[in-house]
């Protein structure tokens, strides 16, 4: 398939595409490791789980449906120990836009015959950067973004060691989940980049894959547990991980191909789509609605941490609703700060998720709100720390009953305080406070 900025080239024998961005002449490949068009992970009857490459099906059919579409089936992939998972069916689709610098790539189908199917890398370890051949780096917008050079660079304070190190613990190779309470994908979008061009995908809406990185990582981890050494060269990944085990959605990605692109021209494009889409929203747009936006550009981060992470009347931390009072005139007639948004952790009497009602050994809500009053005469932004998804054992009335469980009902996310709550009961806690809120 082609088009003036681009040219979709598919393999027949294994179902592997490549991408030919015409005005740079950068050739995008497909998997350098396995040749693997995409890489599935199932488990048969008795429970054993395992990663199959789709280019080893028993059938590959590759179709062109018309001039922007070609389909492809992956039809009984073969097992680990050569025998056949007869059953298992797995249907994609790429289609160019005409006009555009533009592929769609979407699961159309997924069958597992006696199997049951977990997830679906696809398209798997495609875009990917050498190490330190291609100068270019990963593009991850997680928090404030992360963005992974493909090759050692000078840096102040380097520990070029690290590069090596990650291979074997495992710092360089992981997944993301998008939207979780912080610690995933913040926007649904990721790409690579090298000297000549950019990729960037962009999720359909409604899908919602997990990413994983690979991140100059030879895939050691693949090899440990014969202990082999990995054959293959250190590469810049990145994937979307598709599940295919419970209400799956819409599972649907948008390659865009950028001469001369980076970072900056990535998010470029992700605004673009986002206009379109009715997502953006300007800061201009959101002081309209809200006129203390206004007050943020320029202020300084107060945080005032009385009981962080979470806790009530901490030994030593905890303050009275007059002290932080004076903290807050102090950082306006003291310091002379003009412009400040105020954060205060441990103002209320329970611990998270519960964390209503106002502290009455603090001072009682008409303490705070006296300090909250004083914040406000100085122009400054005010809030009390409250969460609706961690919890933590240290609360005496701590309880698992909100706590989110697999299938099963095993505990999820024991090893960390945040995104505990399962996200079921998060709404109604929130409308809980707020409700309480209301009142006083």
């Known amino acids: 398939m082609e088009n003036r900025a681009i040219k979709i080239s598919v393999d027949g024998a294994s179902g592997c595409f490549t991408v030919l961005e015409k005005k740079s002449g950068q050739l995008w490949g497909s998997d350098p490791w396995e040749n693997a068009a995409g890489l599935l992970t199932l488990t048969d009857s008795k429970g054993k789980k395992q990663t199959v490459n789709l280019s080893k099906s028993k059938k590959i059919e590759v179709s062109k449906t018309d001039a922007g579409t070609v389909t492809i089936k992956f039809l009984d992939p073969v097992l680990e120990d050569g025998t056949v998972a007869k059953g298992v069916r797995i249907g994609t689709q790429l289609k160019l836009d005409q006009n555009a610098e533009h592929l769609n790539v979407l699961i159309t189908e997924h069958q597992g015959g006696s199997f049951k199917l977990l997830d679906l890398r696809y398209p798997s370890r495609q875009f990917s950067l050498k190490t330190d051949e291609d100068k270019g780096a990963a593009v991850i917008p997680q928090k404030q973004g992360v963005i992974c050079p493909s090759y050692i660079f000078p840096m102040n304070g380097g520990r070029f060691c690290k590069w090596d190190d990650a291979t074997y613990n495992n710092k360089s190779v992981g997944s993301l989940e998008l939207f979780n309470n912080g610690t995933g994908l913040t926007m649904p979008w990721w790409g690579t980049y090298n000297e000549k061009s950019a990729v960037v995908g962009i999720l359909e809406e409604d899908s919602r894959p997990d990413m994983m990185y690979n991140v100059n990582n030879n895939g050691q981890y693949l090899f440990n547990p014969k202990g082999e050494m990995s054959p293959y060269q250190r590469i810049v990944f990145l994937d979307p991980v598709w599940k295919l085990d419970g209400d799956v959605g819409k599972m649907a990605i948008n390659y865009h191909f950028i001469p001369g692109g980076d970072y900056v021209d990535m998010a470029k494009i992700y605004k673009k789509e986002a206009i379109k889409k009715g997502y953006f929203v300007t800061l201009k747009d959101k002081a309209a609605r809200n006129p203390n936006v206004n007050k943020l550009p320029g202020a300084i981060y107060f945080g005032i941490y009385g009981g962080y992470p979470h806790y009530v009347n901490m030994p030593g931390m905890a303050f009275t609703f007059d002290e932080l009072k004076e903290m807050i005139r102090s950082i306006r007639e003291d310091l002379g700060v003009d412009k400040a948004f105020v954060h205060a952790w441990g103002t209320f009497s329970n ?51 909100l706590m989110q469980r697999d299938e099963e009902g095993k505990l999820m996310n024991t090893g960390s305080r945040w995104a505990r709550v399962d996200p079921k009961f998060q709404k109604s806690l929130a409308q809980k406070i707020l409700k309480m809120k209301s009142h006083i």
Do not use: C, Q, R, W
Request: proline share 10%; hydrophobic share 35%.
């Open 351 to 401: 611990f998270v998720p519960h964390n209503f009602p106002i502290s009455e050994e603090l001072g009682g809500p008409a303490k705070l709100k006296a300090a909250v009053d004083l914040a406000k005469s100085y122009g400054y932004l005010y809030s009390s720390y409250h969460a609706y998804s961690p919890m933590l054992e240290n609360d005496p009335d701590f309880t698992t009953d």
